[in-house]
């Protein structure tokens, strides 16, 4: 036994490569150096992020003696929007070359820089162009953070890359791109921390790796090139916070963004599955849940549909470099237990990458065994700036498998450094329209009615294609790759790229009176679904009554009137994501105001809870925990993930829809305020049983408005019992109040939806129901961030699925969560702690 017991860690020499890897006994690794300093910041006591302490850089050794004189510190301005202090609220700006000092070991090190690109003083964002070198590679050139931060849509990010040191120095270089008197470089936060030597780089004696689509070229990753982190993606389930990352503190992000059109077939998981490392994977190399969760192409009965399309996921990344790219993969499935069972090709770029993946094979015949697979990929110099790198998944035929199916786990992707000029640095994105947000971005289309087809694909709105991918798909007819062409109903138009679209689907279609009577079949009364204070909606199509979508016409005598359908075309068609309803287009002609919208097949939340069909089975707690989850990101997103912060003002189970998959989207933007700090509002709106207090009283907005409507919907959700409800005197019963009640008389399982059949496990109530009621503290202060909501739905989910049991093994995520004190942790930072590029 070489286990040596050391300060409460068992150390295990791995004499793999005659490195000793400092191993935690749950597997984690010990970073030898784990540097992270909040740059600006003078304070010698710790701010805590992401579970480390941040100490400011002013009081720390790495800073030159003479840094007053060569650089300044700043405090980013008071704003509203949740920005986490450390270390992303004090910055350093250099107004000429600039130099930290780490003394660390030898080997490979990540590098991890923090921006926050906000106005420091009187200096211009957009003036900060910067240059950063480490130890002889130049990580970033002509970098502009605010045009990155914009072009991505947030507030703020952080940059990964990893150099090897080979003496006892790292030396970081940070300066302007430009002589010019107002140019200025900055940085938030930098972190360095070590990192097993062989977990990317493959070493003299590894074996090297094939160069996809050249035969006979092999490439090998020595310690003479650094790579940048681009994407690290868990495939299926939630993200992984750095917190819950094998020691070295990397983020694993959802694939969703990433995943491409009708491809996202199932995702199969196992939360308490026991996850078999290896020495080729030690336990390090990943989380265990990134090996518990996947994706797959469908269950393995679908085995013909499956030859029939590939599963696909696309990434943005700058032309003319080398890419390493790493696929994680575990068998989930435990009735897989043999060779030849599930073989499928791995293609990347189009070209074949490896063209037999046996996972069993490869996990050494059991399922459960965590394996990887790395390829190196060129990404060549065909045009400026970025391109896709595709990863293809399809079933290998040939080998006539037992099923015929795929799946994966995880991916990362790393930028190798040019070998010439020893660099990674890219292009800067284009300049986005988000800077001007003056009006709404729309674009108006020249057009004839025949070419509505046109329209709807040329309004770039990915959610309007995939459902007819789907149905495609689920008619087993062929589905043509759709990125490059798009070919249906005999029309082949060139699809935008996927930044293209991005872009795209901020631009929202101006419909002519005439199509919208076209689709609606004259505002006909059988197509009519619903009546709101806005108007009636409609339930319509443009094309062949392939695809529906809702169409909503304002009562000319609505009062809510012009200035809500101006903000929910200014808001809506800057916005995207996943629990966002999508804004397809509008039309103002005849003096009508009329939106057009994706339309969600399974209606809104509040009838599911109060006006179910007989024949509608109730939502099954996991069904309605996904959904509340779902509310939490969208709100999330809200709430942090946009550069200008969104207060919704009106969450209510009737403006949360869901969609034909039940994925909750949150509608309904006409009240919403975008975020300009210190929002004071005379006119308090909203709807009854869910408004705030708090708002109520001091008329300040503040996105703790927002949550106190989402505490009101998780209780709404857990007792199926309206937000306001006519008590036996005919007064109104207010909820929140009445819950209140119930707890007070220890009547706690009375509020319980009786249609719950299932059993809700014990510790997933209590937390569920302590967010709830945190959520509706009286003071907004005291209510928690939406990341906070969010990470504790997260593991409530989690509870219910393992039966109580907490994930991970022996580290329970949020022990202090809810009910009493306020945490001390800052868990819901984390949830936006994203990793560029990364788009949403
Ligand atoms: C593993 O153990 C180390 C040290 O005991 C601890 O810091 C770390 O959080 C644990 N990680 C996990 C994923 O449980
Ligand atoms: C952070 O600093 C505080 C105060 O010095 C200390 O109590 C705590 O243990 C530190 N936490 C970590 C993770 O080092
Ligand atoms: C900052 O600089 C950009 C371009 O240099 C300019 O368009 C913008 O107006 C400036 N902003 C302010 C507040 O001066
Ligand atoms: C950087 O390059 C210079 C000159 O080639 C060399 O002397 C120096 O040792 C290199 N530094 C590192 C950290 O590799
Ligand atoms: C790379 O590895 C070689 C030995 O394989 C060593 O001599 C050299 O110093 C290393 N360079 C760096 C930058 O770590
Ligand atoms: C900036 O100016 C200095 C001297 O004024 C010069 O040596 C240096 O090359 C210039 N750098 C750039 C990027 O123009
Ligand atoms: C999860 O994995 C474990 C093996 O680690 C297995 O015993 C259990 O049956 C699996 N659960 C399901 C639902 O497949
Ligand atoms: C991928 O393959 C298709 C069909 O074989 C071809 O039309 C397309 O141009 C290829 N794309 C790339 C990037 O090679
Ligand atoms: C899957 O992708 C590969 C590589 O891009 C392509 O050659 C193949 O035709 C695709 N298969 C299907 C069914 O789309
Ligand atoms: C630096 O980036 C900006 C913005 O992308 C670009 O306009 C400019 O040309 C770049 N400068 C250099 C020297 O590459």
């Not at 709404?440 to 025949?450: E, I, L, T, Y």
Request: hydrophobic share 40%.
């Amino acid at each position: 036994m070489n286990a040596v017991i050391c300060s409460g860690y068992i150390f295990i020499l791995y004499l793999l490569n005659l490195q000793l890897v400092a191993v935690a006994d749950n597997g984690s690794y010990v970073p030898t150096e784990n540097i992270v300093l909040n740059c600006g910041s003078s304070t010698s006591e710790f701010v805590q992020y992401d579970g480390r302490n941040w100490s400011g850089d002013i009081v720390s050794p790495y800073v030159p003696s003479n840094a007053d004189t060569k650089s300044l510190v700043v405090r980013a301005p008071n704003t509203l929007q949740s920005i986490p202090e450390a270390p992303y609220m004090t910055a350093r700006i250099f107004h000429s070359q600039f130099t930290y000092t780490f003394n660390v070991t030898p080997g490979p090190k990540f590098i991890r820089l923090h921006f926050y690109p906000a106005s420091y003083m009187d200096l211009n964002i957009s003036n900060a162009f910067l240059s950063v070198s480490a130890a002889n590679f130049t990580l970033l050139h002509n970098f502009s953070a605010s045009l990155n931060a914009e072009y991505y849509n947030l507030a703020y990010f952080k940059k990964e890359f990893i150099v090897h040191v080979s003496g006892s120095v790292l030396q970081l270089t940070f300066s302007p791109s430009y002589n010019a008197s107002r140019a200025f470089a900055f940085v938030n936060g930098i972190e360095v921390v070590s990192m097993p030597l062989n977990l990317y780089m493959r070493g003299d004696d590894g074996d090297p790796l094939p160069l996809v689509g050249h035969d006979n070229k092999v490439v090998n990753i020595y310690n003479d090139s650094a790579m940048e982190t681009l994407y690290r993606v868990k495939v299926g389930g939630e993200q992984i916070p750095s917190k819950y990352d094998t020691g070295m503190f990397r983020t694993w992000d959802t694939d969703e963004v990433y995943i491409f059109g009708a491809s996202f077939g199932i995702q199969p998981c196992n939360m308490s599955m026991l996850v078999l490392y290896s020495d080729d994977a030690p336990p390090y190399s990943a989380p265990a849940d990134v090996y518990r969760t996947s994706r797959s192409m469908g269950p393995s009965d679908y085995g013909l549909v499956n030859l029939n399309y590939n599963m696909t996921w696309f990434f943005p990344v700058d032309s003319g470099f080398l890419y390493l790219v790493r696929l994680h993969f575990c068998e989930i499935d435990q009735d897989i237990t043999k060779i030849n069972q599930v073989v499928f090709t791995v293609f990347l770029n189009n070209q074949t990458a490896e063209e037999e993946v046996d996972v069993i094979g490869l996990g050494a015949g059991e399922p459960g065994v965590a394996v990887h697979r790395d390829y190196v990929v060129m990404v060549p110099h065909v045009n400026e700036g970025k391109q896709d790198l595709w990863l293809d998944l399809h079933p290998y035929k040939d080998a006539k498998p037992m099923y015929y199916n795929a799946f994966l786990n995880g991916v990362e992707i790393f930028k190798l450094s040019n070998f010439d000029d020893k660099s990674l640095a890219g292009l800067n994105p284009p300049k986005s329209f988000f800077s001007d947000a003056k009006g709404p971005h729309v674009a108006h289309f020249n057009r004839s009615p025949k070419k509505l087809k046109f329209i709807l694909i040329g309004c770039g709105l990915l959610a309007v294609v995939l459902p007819i991918f789907l149905c495609l798909l689920l008619f087993r007819l062929k589905v043509i790759r759709l990125r490059r062409v798009v070919s249906w109903c005999g029309l082949t138009v060139h699809a935008p790229s996927r930044i293209e679209r991005a872009k795209k689907s901020s631009l929202c279609t101006q419909f002519s009176m005439r199509e919208i009577k076209l689709a609606t079949n004259d505002f006909h009364e059988a197509l009519h679904i619903g009546t709101g204070g806005f108007g009636s909606v409609y339930k319509g199509s443009f094309v062949g009554g392939t695809t529906y979508v809702a169409i909503k016409r304002a009562n000319p005598m609505s009062k809510q009137g012009v200035s809500e359908f101006e903000t929910e075309i200014l808001l809506l068609s800057q916005l995207r994501h996943h629990n966002v309803v999508s804004l397809l287009g509008y039309c103002n002609e005849d003096g009508e105001m009329i939106l057009v919208y994706d339309f969600m097949a399974n209606g809104s939340l509040h009838d599911h809870l109060h006006l179910r069909r007989r024949d509608q089975p109730p939502l099954s707690w996991i069904q309605r925990l996904e959904i509340c989850i779902g509310v939490a990101r969208g709100l999330h997103y809200l709430h942090t993930g946009t550069k200008h912060r969104i207060i919704h003002r009106d969450i209510k189970t009737t403006n949360i829809l869901l969609d034909h998959n039940w994925v909750p989207k949150i509608s309904d933007f006409g009240l919403s305020k975008a975020g300009y700090p210190s929002l004071v509002t005379t006119n308090v709106k909203g709807s009854i049983g869910y408004l705030d207090p708090e708002c109520y009283e001091s008329l300040k907005l503040s996105e703790k408005s927002d949550i106190y409507s989402l505490g009101v919907v998780l209780l709404e959700v857990l007792t199926a019992r309206p937000a306001v409800s006519v008590g036996e005197d005919d007064e109104h019963v207010n909820l929140a109040e009445w819950t209140m009640s119930c707890l007070e008389n220890g009547n706690v399982e009375q509020i319980v939806d009786p249609n719950l059949k299932e059993n809700i496990i014990k510790e997933c109530f209590e937390l569920y129901l302590g967010v709830a009621m945190k959520c509706l503290a009286e003071r907004g202060a005291e209510r928690p961030s939406i990341g906070e909501v969010l990470e504790n739905l997260v593991l409530a989910m989690h509870l219910q699925k393992n039966e109580g049991n907490v994930p991970n093994g022996n580290e329970r995520r949020s022990d202090n969560v809810v009910l009493q004190g306020n945490s001390d942790l800052t868990p819901g930072v984390e949830f936006s702690e994203i990793m560029m590029p990364i788009g949403r």
